[in-house]
Structures are given as C-alpha cells and as structure tokens.
C-alpha cells in the first residue's frame, strides 16, 4: 500500500509481511533463536557465532622491526625447513633493487605490502610470506604443518560480524535504537539505567508478558550490580572472568532464583573487590540469609567476619596444628579468645611489619604507552626496576588486564615468545633491562595427581639421593630411580605408583579405592623397607616440610631445597599432598617458592603477581611479603596487583588505577 502525502514527494509504503517496500528488503518473523549466537539460526555463518576468526599474527612472523631482512627479521624464514624461502626472498630483493641491510620499520609501506602479498600470479616468481601460509594451509593433513602454523596465528573480529557474533537480520531490530550488540557492550550498570528508562510500547495483552519480562531484567541487573559486578560488560566472555567474579555471578543467580530454606555455601567471595565494596556485598549476603536461607561463608577478611551473627574459628595453625575448633559463637566472643591469630588480627595486634625504609627506583625503568585494551583508556605508566611495585585500584579498573594482557604478554611477544592474544598498546620501553618476565597467577599446577610439593620443588631429588646412598639401598641394589613412584623401578606393580586404583561401574561415575598392593603408600614393598634416618620414603613424604627440614638439617641439599618453601609460610605442608587438592592460595605460593629457588640462578628478573593473598589468613600474608622483599633484595623486580592494603603499604611503590570500574 502507498500512503500519498500532500507537499511530499517521496510517498511512504506499508506492507503487511515484515517487507521494507523502500529498500526491497524482507525481514523473518522474530524469535529467540535469531538473536542468540548458540543458535545456529542465530549465529554468524562465518565465525560460527564465536566473534572472531584465525588469522595470521604479523607481530609473530616478524616480532622485531629493527632487524633487516637480511639479518633474519621474518622469523619463519629462518627455522631449517624453510630456508629456502630466506633465499628466495634475497633473490626477489635484488632483482627489485631494494636493500636488504635496511630495518625492516624503515622499509616503504608499499614495500612491506609487497614482501608480504607476494607479486601475484604472472608477474614474477616471489610468492610472498602470506604465499607460504596458503601453501601450508593445503597441508594442513600433515602435524608439522598444523603445529607451525599455530606458531603465527591470533585471534581477530569477525570481518563478516564485525564481532556481534549475530548474522545480519538479528541487527535489523533495535530496543529504543539499539541492537543486541550494542546493548551487550553496555556494562552492567549502564543496561541497569537503560532498561529503566525503557517503557514498552502498548500492545494489549502482549503487555502483562513484556512487563514481566522487563521486571526480570531489571531484577537480575540490580543482582549482578548489588555483589559488585557493576563495571562488567552484559557481553563478556565467561573465560576472561576472574575466580572471584565467576563466583558472584553465581551469587547473583542464586540471588534472583529467589530460593528459600537453602544452604548457601561460598568460599573466598571477597576475591578480587576492592575494600569499598566488600561492605555492599557483606549487606547482600545478610539480606539472603535474612530471606530464610543459611548462608555459610569461608573467608579471611575482617569485613564479612563482623558482620556475620556466628563464627566457627579453626586452628589454632595450620597442617598438623590445626584442626580444632578454637571458637564458636558471636564476634565479641572470638574477640576475647587469647588462642586465635584471627582474634589478634581482629583487635590490632597482629599487623604486617612495615618496611624500615622505601627502595628508590635506581635500576631504569618500563614504560607502557598508549595502553587501550578493556577498560584501560590509552594509558601511559610506568614501572620502576629494582623494587616491590603495588598496583592497586576498585575491581574493573583495569589492574589485571594492564599487568597481564598488556605488559605481560607484549613483553613476551617483544622477546619472541608465542602467546595468546597480548593486550593493544602503542610501545613498551625498557624491555632490555630485564631477562625474562614470569607471571604467578592462580592457576591450578597442574591436573595430574602425581604432582606434588616434592615433586615440583625438586625436593624429591635430594631425598632420593640421600635414601640411594643408605646401607641397605647399596645391599639391595637399589638407585635413585627405585625412590620414585613415577619410575617402573619404584612405582607399586599393583596401581602403578598413584596410590588407588579405579573402579569402573556402568550408568555410575568411577570409584577410586586405595590400592590393596601398596595401602597407599605408592611403593614397592623392597622399596618401603629401605629406612634413612629412622624414615622409609613414603614416610617421609607424608611429613610437613619443616619437619622433614629437621630431619635433615644437616644435608644442604634437602635443607636448600626446603627453605624457598619454609619462607613462603607452607612448612605445614605435606610434601606427598596431591597437587589438585592445594586451595588457590597455596598454588599460587608454591609457584613463589619455586621461582625463590629459581631466582638464585638468574638475574633480573620480573616478577607479575595477581592477588597472591587470596585465600591467605593475615598471618600468613606476612611470610608471602616477606618473599617478595627477599626477590628484590635478589636484584629481581616485583608488580603485585593487590587489594589487601597491607601489602600496598609494604610496597616501595604504588601505581593506583581508577578512579571508578569500567
């Protein structure tokens, strides 16, 4: 139908299908599928509804600019496969009369596009550096040929999606102007005052459905907002969540399902927020228990410890001193217990020492410029060498994404490592100054339960040196490798050295049970019957660190090998624990006892830590400064991004981002 408007020239058309008469253009009825990415209706065909595509990396093909392409700037020309390609390169360099002995930054624009895309078909042989990607891709039915392009590749947008990870008819509805998208990139907070500015429009009986629906946004917006997740993007990925803000998000679920008469249970839900909103989310926790739910809480922060109406305290240690209820009651009775280090921490009494003097910044310096990515708005800082580095700042303002995207992975990418998608900025100064740089974040260790303190401290070693060298070891003829239940020659024959054995049950998940052959123990019978100082093996492994530190305290080889772990504040370790079942803390200190040692041997080194007190008591934060302070002392360099102001004030340098999230 054609609407004639008097004074118009430009008639408008009405159609009753979903058709543009305009622009010929026809729209498919709207349903959920077309606007989800799990969705193949949904989904963009060319991404597959994942927002980007593998590409070449340039960065990784030619990772310093200032080598010529004579002296080896395009990197997989140089390994021994494709030095070929180095030749033929030469050749096309001399035929076209451009300098080879020229840094590669320096070349023309026009130049580098041409090194890059070849000559094209018929106008010469030179086939390109992108010409050796396309003939590898022909071959990628060979493993050599996949694991040598994974070398150079990273991740970029969707050129068909331009990352909305939606195919095109999914952006032709908008919401008060908006696409999905663009209300995706919203943050939490900004969607919150979006929808409640929003009125419906009025559409009869549609309208109780619509209200509803509204009233549920609405509600689980305010949710994530109310446990400090207000400075997150609706759209962000799942995986580039911390440990702490997967946890409210959760919290947040349980808060809009509205449950009643349930246990909640949270561990460490402190993690990752900045003093000012521990407060908020202490409220939010009361308002859930007070809906007629139990909410237990695990935590160490002085904040949700008062505001809870119960505590349980265990101790008064850790390992073997602890296990015992030292108090369990109000938070005025925990106050007036003379045997809780929670206690002394509560009344003042048990502080972080502060250091005597502050280092100056003496050894250079790195200097980040024009940092952009996530919520860092083209930042330039800079970190002086030489000394304990605090960055502190709200939850959102960018820490972990400046010291982990940004100066982590470019400074590994600048030393010709092959990491995962560093974060945008426009040059790191100051990257000769250091050796190397290691990140120590919370990641497990490591799946396999036959890690273990013993084993990825290299404790072990001296242990099965010092058992090799015993009496009845020589009369048995047993080596080094029979003390080790990774070895054929030590391991249990029965459970091959793990400990238990699997059971497999059908519609059932798996039974693990000790192994009947060892009890356990993970060690032949011969081997078990080998004693060094009043131990076998397995008996020593199953005591805490520092009691295997007396045993031998005088053997400098098991004693240097214990000591990192002894300064980090884990003697009360087992050194047999299983790796998988150490808290995040105690990963992340093992990780800082492992570099202790390591750091003997090197020098100027940069150490990135990402909230290595989570899951700490304050007693033990103590020991883990303590550890940074000796790094230093080392010649090393430190940057802790950190919430506890304890350790901001034991630092020699603060650098604090803000002022605000997001």
């Known amino acids: ?45 060319a991404c597959r509804g994942f927002g980007r595509v593998i590409d070449i990396d340039p960065d990784l093909v030619i990772p310093d600019g200032g080598l010529s392409l004579a002296g080896g700037a395009i990197k997989p020309f140089q390994t021994p496969s494709f030095q070929e390609c180095q030749r033929d390169l030469l050749r096309f360099l001399r035929r076209k009369g451009i300098p080879a002995d020229r840094p590669w930054r320096e070349l023309d624009p026009g130049v580098q596009r041409l090194i890059w895309e070849g000559e094209g078909k018929g106008n010469g042989p030179w086939y390109g550096i992108h010409g050796l990607f396309k003939w590898l891709e022909g071959r990628r039915y060979k493993k050599q040929s996949r694991i040598f392009l994974a070398r150079y590749r990273r991740y970029l947008p969707c050129p068909a999606c331009g990352g909305s990870r939606l195919k095109p008819e999914a952006l032709l509805f908008r919401l008060s102007g908006k696409t999905l998208p663009e209300v995706e990139r919203m943050s939490i907070s900004e969607a919150g005052e979006f929808f409640r500015g929003w009125t419906p429009p009025r559409r009869g009986a549609e309208d109780r459905a619509t209200e509803l629906l509204l009233r549920e946004i609405r509600g689980r917006l305010e949710f994530l907002r109310d446990v400090g997740l207000g400075y997150v993007s609706l759209g962000r990925q799942s995986r580039t969540l911390s440990g702490g803000e997967t946890q409210r998000v959760t919290l947040a679920t349980a808060l809009g399902a509205s449950f009643t008469s349930t246990l909640y249970v949270l561990d460490e839900p402190s993690v990752g927020l900045h003093p000012r909103e521990k407060e908020r989310l202490a409220r939010v926790l ?234 356990g123990k993970r060690f032949r019978p011969e081997v078990l019957g080998v004693r060094c100082r009043g131990f076998n093996i397995a008996e020593l492994l199953s005591l805490p660190a520092a009691e295997v530190a007396k045993v031998f305290a005088d053997d400098e ?106």
Not at 7 to 22: M, S, V, W
Not at 27 to 44: D, E, H, I, K, Q
Request: hydrophobic fraction near 40%.
């Open 1 to 45: 139908m054609e609407v004639r408007v008097e004074g118009e020239d430009d008639p408008p058309r009405f159609n009753e299908k979903l058709h543009c008469e305009r622009c010929d253009l026809d729209y498919r009825s709207p349903t959920a599928a077309v606007f989800s990415f799990n969705n193949p209706l949904g989904a963009c065909e």
């Open 286 to 519: 009361r308002k859930l228990a007070g809906a007629g739910n139990a909410v237990v809480v695990v935590e160490h922060d002085p904040v949700f410890i008062r505001h809870a109406d119960r505590v349980i305290d265990l101790g008064p240690g850790p390992g073997r001193d602890g296990g015992r209820v030292v108090h369990e009651g109000t938070v005025a009775g925990l106050l007036q217990s003379r045997e809780s280090p929670t206690a002394a921490y509560l009344r003042g009494e048990l502080q972080i020492a502060r250091p005597e003097g502050r280092r100056k910044p003496s050894r250079g310096e790195l200097r980040v410029r024009g940092a952009r990515e996530n919520n860092l708005k083209n930042l330039d800082v800079r970190f002086p060498l030489g000394v304990l580095v605090c960055v502190t700042g709200v939850s959102g303002s960018g820490k972990s994404t400046l010291i982990d995207q940004v100066l982590y992975r470019n400074l590994k990418r600048l030393m010709g490592r092959q990491v995962m998608e560093p974060g945008v900025c426009r040059t790191i100064e100051g990257v000769e100054r250091i050796s190397d740089v290691l990140l120590v974040d919370q990641s497990p260790l490591t799946r396999s339960s036959r890690m273990n303190p013993a084993t990825y401290l290299r404790v072990l070693e001296p242990l099965r040196a010092a058992f090799a060298a015993s009496d009845p070891a020589r009369a048995l003829g047993l080596g080094r490798s029979a003390f080790s239940f990774n070895s054929s020659a030590g391991a249990c024959p029965h459970c091959r050295g793990s400990g238990y054995e699997r059971v497999e049950l059908q519609f059932l998940p798996d039974v693990y049970i000790r192994c009947p052959g060892c009890d």
């Open 557 to 662: 080889g098991v004693a240097g090998a214990l000591r990192p772990l002894l300064d980090i504040g884990l003697g009360y370790l087992s050194l047999n624990q299983s790796a998988p079942t150490l808290s995040g803390g105690a990963a992340q200190r093992l990780k800082v006892a492992r570099h202790l040692a390591e750091a003997r041997r090197a020098e100027n080194l940069l150490f990135l830590l990402d909230e290595p007190t989570t899951g700490l008591h304050p007693a033990n934060v103590s020991d883990l400064v303590g550890a940074f302070h000796q790094l230093v002392d080392a010649g090393h360099s430190v940057i802790v991004v950190e919430h506890d102001m304890d350790v901001a004030r034991s630092a020699d340098w603060i650098i604090d981002l803000g002022p605000e999230g997001g």
